[in-house]
């Protein structure tokens, strides 16, 4: 997720003043959860500087990076289009649940995230980018039948769990997942 957006992210850190790379890092890791790399950073930082999108001061050994008028017309841009995207994704959910009758929390929860400027779910950023890049090996992988009804099984029991967490969680919020009756093979 991160990958693509890097360039953006850094521009939004210096939103609200100086920092150094090392800062950079920090901030960005507070915010999504995984710290980014100094070798994902730096050249990003040198073509920031070369778009004139941000300055650079040299303080000592440390080099300050900060918003130049041209990064933040960028970040302004990107603040109207995320509104623009905000409206039609709350469009979108909303007439979805009326097609269908039902509300969706996740759904909700990460629109409400997005909305506080919040990434949705970065306190469990590491462990669902884990169990993507797994469960990506694993359709990769050429599993025997044998082995797919096994990771199928896995998952639905994870699912359960998960769901079990949900019901107990005293959290009137999000909408509860409906009962399904899950046929494993």
Known sequence: MIRGYLKHLILASLKTGSLSGYDI???????LGSKPSPGS????LAELEKEQLISVEEDGRRKVYSM???????IDQLCAL?????EQMEDSIRMFAMLTGEKSGFHEHVLNSI???DVPFKEL??????????????VHAGLTPEKKVEVR?????????LESVLRHSGD???AKPKEKKRKVD
């Not at 890092?25 to 915010?31: A, K, Q, T, V, Y």
């Not at 099984?153 to 769990?161: C, P, S």
């Open 41 to 44: 950073v730096y050249p990003v």
């Open 153 to 161: 099984r896995i998952i639905l029991e994870a699912n359960r769990k």
């Open 172 to 174: 009137a919020s999000p």
């Open 125 to 138: 950023g590491r462990e669902l980018k884990d169990f993507r890049d797994l469960v990506g090996s694993l």
């Open 115 to 117: 909305k506080k400027g």
């Open 82 to 86: 995320r509104k623009r995207l905000n």
């Open 68 to 74: 130049a008028p041209k990064g933040r017309q960028r």
């Open 25 to 31: 890092m920090n901030r960005l890791g507070d915010r």
